[in-house]
């Protein structure tokens, strides 16, 4: 059993000084420090209003209650009451007030795309998954894992236009690339069971490493994973389950972080300068789940939706709304309140647990 989420007082202190010294590092100009901007891949999870510029997308949450606690309460299609894990991390890591905004934002609003690329964007659509198009039938059309790494090629070109190829490369090299993906691979497989649990992990894995490779390809050097939290015990998984937690679906969110591990393990000793930060989102969700921490009162059922477990994603206006956001881990049927964002970022960026956050935590990876 790995220690509870807490932060101690004398980490605080120690997390004050970093986050002093990281920011100092990171708001110097983009282009002469080492510590380049940040990108963001990835599912709903991490999705910051990407598939609000999308047609015939089911997955949007572009309204109330989404966003009851971001500033002017805007619903700005976060899967959440406010942050979302994504722009909790980057924030923690300096230089960011919240996530880079989404690419499909910046086409449709910037004057100055080429200049607002160097501040970092996040490509991540609510629904996306590792095999594409795989939950096309719930979600609608999102913006695969596969196309996110086209358009961040689109962006490294314009890039390397704009700066030239030796800067380019260094900016390309020195900036963090967060991925959060699998969920969605999961949950589709759980309800189709194509194949053994074994088959289709090593399949997934398959497909990450494929898309890890282009990365790399493409010059990114630091890669920080969010691996799959167990999603048996999300409230949807409850609600269909009778209230316990399903096995059968965290023994296989479980394998997958183990593939992951093995996965980057490997793609770092053979791939020259691949460094890599794997947060166990599993483990730090059990471990909330298990041991809540000060502050956490329900750790099952949903903040926002029919209450307490109605099993359907129906958080709306005039639906339910739990009167105290943050103490609940849920914000909906699948998604984390702000206030579980906020924690698992403290975790996983300044973390030292290696059962949380391995074999680096993303606040050493963004300096390595
Ligand atoms: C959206 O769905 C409608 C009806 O199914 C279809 O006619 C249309 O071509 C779709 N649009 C896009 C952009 O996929
Ligand atoms: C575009 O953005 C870049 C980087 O922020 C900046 O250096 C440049 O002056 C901007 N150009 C215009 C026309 O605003
Ligand atoms: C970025 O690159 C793409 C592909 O080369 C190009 O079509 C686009 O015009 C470029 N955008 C900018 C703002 O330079
Ligand atoms: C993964 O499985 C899909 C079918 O579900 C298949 O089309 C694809 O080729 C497989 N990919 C790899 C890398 O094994
Ligand atoms: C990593 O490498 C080991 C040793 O070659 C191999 O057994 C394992 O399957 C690899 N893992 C993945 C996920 O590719
Ligand atoms: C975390 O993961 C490791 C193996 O990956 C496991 O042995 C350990 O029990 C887990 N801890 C928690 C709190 O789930
Ligand atoms: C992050 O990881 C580094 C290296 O493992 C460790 O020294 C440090 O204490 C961890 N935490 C913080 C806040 O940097």
């Excluded at 947060?279 to 209450?307: L, Q, R, W």
Aim: proline content about 6%.
């Amino acid at each position: 059993m790995a220690t509870p989420l807490t932060i101690q007082k004398p980490m605080l202190f120690k997390i004050c000084l970093l986050l002093f010294s990281v920011t100092t590092i990171a708001t110097k100009d983009a282009a002469s420090a080492t510590v380049g901007p940040i990108f963001i891949f990835g599912d709903s999870i991490v999705d910051v209003g990407t598939n609000n510029y999308l047609k015939n997308c089911t997955a949007q949450v572009n309204h109330p209650y989404y966003g009851v606690d971001y500033p002017h309460s805007i619903a700005t299609g976060r899967f959440s009451n406010g942050l979302n894990p994504a722009d909790c991390v980057v924030a923690l890591l300096g230089g960011y007030k919240e996530s880079p905004p989404p690419f499909l934002a910046l086409l449709a609003h910037s004057s100055n795309l080429t200049g607002d690329l160097l501040h970092g964007v996040n490509f991540a659509s609510g629904g996306a998954a590792l095999v594409k198009g795989v939950r096309k039938q719930v979600v609608g059309n999102v913006v695969s894992y596969e196309e996110q790494i086209q358009q961040f090629a689109t962006v490294n070109g314009n890039i390397t236009a704009l700066l030239g190829k030796s800067k380019g490369q260094l900016l390309i090299q020195g900036s963090m690339y967060i991925i959060c993906v699998g969920s969605n691979d999961i949950v589709n497989y759980v309800f189709s069971h194509p194949t053994t649990p074994e088959v289709f992990i090593a399949n997934i894995t398959a497909i990450y490493a494929i898309h890890l490779k282009n990365l790399y390809n493409l010059g990114a050097r630091k890669f920080g994973i969010m691996g799959v939290p167990p999603l048996g015990c999300c409230p949807i998984s409850r609600a269909i389950s009778g209230g316990a937690c399903t096995k059968e679906i965290n023994d296989v969110a479980s394998a997958f972080y183990t593939s992951l591990k093995s996965l980057l393990k490997n793609l770092s000793s053979t791939l020259e300068g691949f460094k890599y930060s794997l947060a166990n989102s599993y483990n730090m969700t059990m471990s909330v789940i298990e041991n809540p921490p000060t502050g956490f009162k329900d750790v099952k059922t949903p903040c926002c939706g029919n209450h307490p477990l109605a099993g359907i994603n129906d958080c709306m206006e005039g639906g339910y709304l739990c009167p105290k956001r943050d103490n609940h881990l849920f914000w909906d049927a699948f998604h984390p309140s702000e206030a579980a964002s906020k924690l698992a970022a403290r975790v996983l960026v300044f973390g030292e647990d290696p059962n949380f956050v391995t074999p680096i935590n993303f606040s050493t990876l963004r300096k390595a």
